[in-house]
């Protein structure tokens, strides 16, 4: 069972930053794949961005709200990963869960992805 | 970029099957994943690749995926199973993952 624990949101102005953390455990940390979903209030789900395990590259991929913005990184060492966000603006107010990326595979290449395990989110709020 | 169109809201009473759809173009050449979200709770998978369940979801719960449209459905609906539910795929034109705008499941 894996558990994923996410940590440091809260309230930043227009133009500030923020990072998010997120602790990992009972699993093979430098295995996964990790990313982050958003959801504003009383809205849906939105992807916000992913990292590829560390022995497949540990590249970094982002949905286009976020890009330039937003930076995912992980520190195997400590099972933690970080979402670490500037230039923040009102509509990036959201939960940010922080979410396993199971690899689905198809004649030995990616095929899908889905969100496995999440954390129980950070609330972000971005105002002045 | 892809879209998934899913309908706002579903009520079905209990005991009864509930249907949830989610529409895109050509989805059934797509992985399909399925989401329960109660609330104040964080999302959980309850189906992945179009018809799988993860361990500990029950087998009242099962998907499917042909077409322009994928499927979840719903058996024997209890007043537990009152959530959001949402369909997500990747798309690998762009490599980003696509939601769909979520449904309301009532249970009367």
């Known amino acids: 069972e894996v558990q994923l624990v996410e940590s440091g949101g809260g309230l930043v102005k227009p133009g500030g930053s923020l990072r998010l953390s997120c602790a990992a455990s009972?699993?093979?940390?430098?295995?996964?794949?990790m990313s982050w979903v958003r959801q504003a209030p009383g809205k849906g789900l939105e992807w916000v961005g992913r990292i590829k395990s560390t022995d497949e590259g540990g590249t970094t991929d982002y949905a286009a709200p976020v890009k330039g913005r937003f930076t995912i990184s992980r520190d195997d060492s400590k099972n933690t990963h970080y979402l670490q966000m500037n230039s923040l603006e009102t509509e990036d107010t959201a939960v940010y869960y922080c979410?396993?990326?199971?690899?689905?595979?198809?004649?030995?290449?990616?095929?899908?992805?889905?969100?496995?395990?999440w954390g129980q989110g950070a609330l972000v709020t971005v105002s002045s | 970029s892809y879209v998934l169109t899913q309908p706002p809201s579903v009520s079905v009473a209990p005991g009864k099957t509930a249907r949830i759809t989610c529409g895109g173009n050509?989805?059934?050449?797509?992985?399909v994943h399925w989401y329960q979200q109660k609330p104040g709770q964080a999302p959980a998978l309850v189906v992945f690749?179009?018809?799988d369940r993860p361990s500990g979801i029950p087998e009242r719960f099962s998907g499917s995926n042909s077409g322009n449209t994928a499927t979840l459905t719903i058996s024997r609906v209890e007043a537990g199973d009152e959530a959001d539910y949402y369909c997500?795929?990747?798309?690998?034109?762009?490599?980003?993952?696509?939601f769909g705008g979520g449904t309301k499941l009532t249970v009367l």
């Open positions: 997500q795929v990747w798309d690998s034109s762009s490599d980003h993952v696509v």
């Open positions: 690749d179009d018809s």
């Open positions: 009972g699993s093979t940390f430098r295995n996964a794949w």
């Open positions: 979410t396993t990326l199971a690899v689905l595979y198809f004649d030995g290449l990616p095929n899908s992805f889905c969100f496995d395990y």
């Open positions: 050509n989805i059934g050449d797509k992985s």
